[in-house]
């Protein structure tokens, strides 16, 4: 007799969230397009997370779309489960072959339990006191004679979006209680200066067959919606800023669905920089 298979889990008649799978133009043509409400800055967006999660391969990702062919921009180590990012580094996003759109993503260390990056530092980054090239240093925090630190910050030196990125397949509530303890200390000390804030769920396609047979079957999946349900209830984010992804990892050729997804992230990303520049806009 062979061993017990799995049921496959039924699907919803209708999609608990709508995306549209047949057109990414509209959605690229918008991160392409896109003008921050104060001429000539640009939106930095923090990814943070564990390590080996996929934070270098979402921006990979992005600049791939955007390009139209496969570009790697962010160094990805290609030994799961490991962080290869140890320095601060910014991405500034091309829209195409000569030209930029006003978006920078910044990647960093992880919140490795015991080796990864600091609380303390990651309030420094987010105030806009670190410089590119910082590398983090798990045991001590960035002091104000270090070269890296920036010591008079502009609002333009700030983080604009903060983008939490977590595997679909694992959640916070088995991540170890220390780097559970960074995530929330981290949204904490984002949340006091009003920064906006994402979740990322990456590699959706491990999560089960049904989404790896049609990745358009992640939102006709009741055990996705609770997914999301549990970091909502975990991190305290509201569901319509939580974003299951697939970022490009084997593949050679662009896939629509897989933009689809990812445009529908960056899309909500950017609108949340946006605002947020308005309402310091607005405030001054």
């Not at 921050?36 to 779309?65: D, M, T, W």
């Not at 929330?184 to 000390?189: E, P, S």
């Not at 358009?216 to 999301?228: M, P, T």
Request: aromatic residues 8%.
């Amino acid at each position: 007799m062979g061993g017990n298979k799995t049921k496959p889990e039924p699907l919803l008649s209708k999609p608990w969230r709508k995306i549209n799978w047949t057109n990414s133009e509209e959605p690229l043509q918008y991160v392409k397009n896109y003008k921050n409400p104060v001429e000539g800055q640009k939106i930095r967006i923090l990814l943070y997370g564990p390590a080996g999660v996929g934070k270098s391969s979402f921006v990979n990702s992005i600049q791939s779309i955007l390009l139209g062919r496969m570009f790697n921009m962010a160094l990805v180590d290609s030994i799961m489960g490991r962080g290869f990012t140890k320095k601060f580094a910014g991405y500034q996003v091309l829209k195409d072959e000569v030209s930029h759109c006003p978006l920078v993503f910044y990647d960093m260390m992880g919140l490795e339990e015991d080796e990864g990056v600091l609380v303390e530092d990651v309030r420094l980054v987010l105030d806009g006191r670190v410089k590119d090239g910082y590398e983090f240093n798990p045991d001590s925090e960035l002091s104000e004679d270090n070269e890296f630190y920036n010591k008079s910050p502009t609002f333009s030196d700030k983080v604009h979006v903060l983008v939490c990125v977590v595997p679909a397949d694992k959640g916070p509530t088995i991540v170890k209680e220390k780097t559970l303890g960074k995530i929330k200390g981290i949204r904490r000390v984002a949340s006091s200066r009003g920064i906006p804030q994402v979740v990322l769920l990456t590699k959706i396609d491990e999560l089960c067959p049904e989404i790896q047979e049609d990745l358009e079957n992640v939102y006709r999946l009741q055990s996705v919606k609770l997914k999301l349900e549990q970091f909502q209830a975990d991190l305290g984010i509201p569901m319509n800023c939580i974003f299951p992804v697939k970022n490009y990892i084997e593949e050679i050729d662009l896939d629509n669905k897989v933009d689809s997804l990812l445009l529908s992230a960056v899309r909500n990303i950017i609108t949340a920089g946006g605002d947020y520049y308005r309402r310091q806009k607005q405030s001054t």
